[in-house]
């Protein structure tokens, strides 16, 4: 569970308090009189917390060096990573500075994250995600080597003389699985990663038509022209990975065909909707459960979006997100700096 100080007043920001009880992270008060002129370390808190220009406490040192200096002193206990919401000048040196809270409050709890981790490090805690990645990366080329070595064997193998109808049959069908096995290997990493942390998130305001020059070119797009100047705010990287993610799904339930991309309006919010679909044979439920294994739900929560399944009345499965508008983005006075 993650733990904050908060260098402030939490109760002036009743938006961010109320993400904070969502998540489960508890929140402090930065100590004013207390530790007055010291430095809050990794053992009081995983983060403190401070809203630009608005910091409550007389410590001139609150928060983390960028570097995780240590303080001075018999315990040299390395201080807490400073992260400021919003513009303004801040007490110390942030770790992180982000603009705002993000939409549904994304980019705030992908901060809170990296200040955990970053915490966890600094204490020398065993479950710090440098072993796992260690690991991540020890699976990751133990899996690819043999099967580097397979394809190297099978494609000699099939440049070699001429195999008889059963041989040349088994060549294809062997190729055929190393293909599916390198994707799902790919698959798996990408998968390993996402389900461990939230993505950074690059939230920013571009029309349908940049979002769609950013998505795979292996997909068949459509945008109407009128819907391209249509204004959203996302990250487009992001889009692309989870558009990957979602063609993964209807390649595996939809197998041989080429799932179709579109682009434009949700005739319900009026907000922009990216939707993928393509003809399914089998039952749905198949989908809902490919759709649960291999779409990452930190990746979706880095977005702050929600994938919807639909079956259309020409038996085609659609996977769709939607897109907030630009104008969404705009939060109204006194909540702006929080995003929320």
């Given at each position: 569970?993650?733990?904050?100080?908060?260098?402030?007043?939490?109760?002036?920001?009743?938006?961010?308090?109320?993400?904070?009880?969502?998540?489960?992270?508890?929140?402090?008060?930065?100590?004013?009189?207390?530790?007055?002129?010291?430095?809050?370390?990794?053992?009081?808190?995983?983060?403190?917390?401070?809203?630009?220009?608005?910091?409550?406490?007389?410590?001139?040192?609150?928060?983390?060096?960028?570097?995780?200096?240590?303080?001075?002193?018999?315990?040299?206990?390395?201080?807490?990573?400073l992260?400021?919401?919003?513009?303004?000048?801040?007490?110390?040196?942030?770790?992180?500075?982000?603009?705002d809270?993000?939409?549904?409050?994304?980019?705030?709890?992908?901060?809170?994250?990296?200040?955990?981790?970053?915490?966890?490090?600094?204490?020398?805690?065993?479950?710090?995600?440098?072993?796992?990645?260690?690991?991540?990366?020890?699976?990751g080329?133990?899996?690819?080597?043999?099967?580097?070595?397979?394809?190297?064997?099978?494609?000699?193998?099939?440049?070699?003389?001429d195999?008889?109808?059963?041989?040349?049959?088994?060549?294809?069908?062997?190729?055929?699985?190393?293909?599916?096995?390198?994707?799902?290997?790919?698959?798996?990493?990408?998968?390993?990663?996402?389900?461990?942390?939230?993505?950074?998130?690059?939230?920013r305001?571009?029309?349908?038509?940049?979002?769609?020059?950013?998505?795979?070119?292996?997909?068949?797009?459509?945008?109407?022209?009128?819907?391209?100047?249509?204004?959203?705010?996302?990250?487009?990287?992001?889009?692309?990975?989870?558009?990957?993610?979602?063609?993964?799904?209807?390649?595996?339930?939809?197998?041989?065909?080429?799932?179709?991309?579109?682009?434009?309006?949700?005739?319900?919010?009026?907000?922009g909707?990216?939707?993928?679909?393509?003809?399914?044979?089998?039952?749905?439920?198949?989908?809902?459960?490919?759709?649960?294994?291999?779409?990452?739900p930190n990746?979706?929560?880095?977005?702050?979006?929600?994938?919807?399944?639909?079956?259309?009345?020409?038996?085609?499965?659609?996977?769709?997100?939607?897109?907030?508008?630009?104008?969404?983005?705009?939060?109204?006075?006194?909540?702006?700096?929080?995003?929320?």
């Open positions: 569970m993650t733990h904050i100080l908060f260098d402030g007043d939490i109760r002036r920001h009743p938006a961010l308090r109320s993400l904070l009880w969502q998540w489960g992270v508890t929140v402090g008060s930065v100590p004013r009189d207390e530790r007055d002129g010291s430095r809050l370390t990794v053992e009081d808190c995983d983060a403190v917390v401070q809203v630009g220009g608005e910091a409550g406490s007389g410590l001139p040192g609150s928060g983390a060096m960028p570097d995780g200096a240590e303080a001075e002193g018999a315990a040299a206990i390395a201080a807490a990573p992260l400021v919401i919003g513009p303004g000048s801040s007490r110390g040196n942030p770790w992180m500075t982000i603009p809270a993000g939409p549904g409050g994304a980019r705030l709890r992908s901060a809170l994250r990296s200040c955990e981790e970053r915490a966890r490090i600094l204490r020398g805690d065993s479950s710090s995600r440098r072993d796992r990645d260690e690991f991540h990366d020890f699976l080329h133990e899996l690819r080597t043999p099967l580097t070595a397979i394809k190297t064997a099978l494609t000699v193998i099939g440049n070699g003389e195999l008889s109808g059963g041989g040349a049959r088994m060549l294809r069908i062997a190729q055929r699985n190393l293909t599916r096995l390198q994707n799902t290997v790919e698959w798996s990493q990408e998968l390993m990663v996402q389900a461990e942390r939230i993505p950074a998130a690059d939230l305001t571009l029309s349908m038509t940049e979002l769609a020059a950013s998505l795979p070119d292996s997909l068949e797009g459509h945008l109407p022209g009128m819907e391209g100047a249509r204004m959203v705010f996302t990250d487009p990287a992001l889009v692309g990975a989870l558009v990957r993610q979602m063609t993964r799904v209807l390649a595996c339930a939809c197998p041989g065909s080429r799932p179709e991309i579109r682009l434009g309006r949700d005739d319900e919010s009026e907000s909707r990216l939707t993928i679909s393509a003809p399914v044979e089998g039952p749905l439920a198949d989908v809902e459960n490919l759709t649960r294994m291999l779409i990452s990746l979706i929560l880095a977005l702050g979006v929600k994938v919807r399944l639909a079956l259309n009345a020409d038996r085609q499965v659609e996977l769709s997100i939607g897109l907030p508008n630009a104008a969404m983005a705009e939060a109204p006075d006194g909540e702006a700096l929080l995003g929320v």
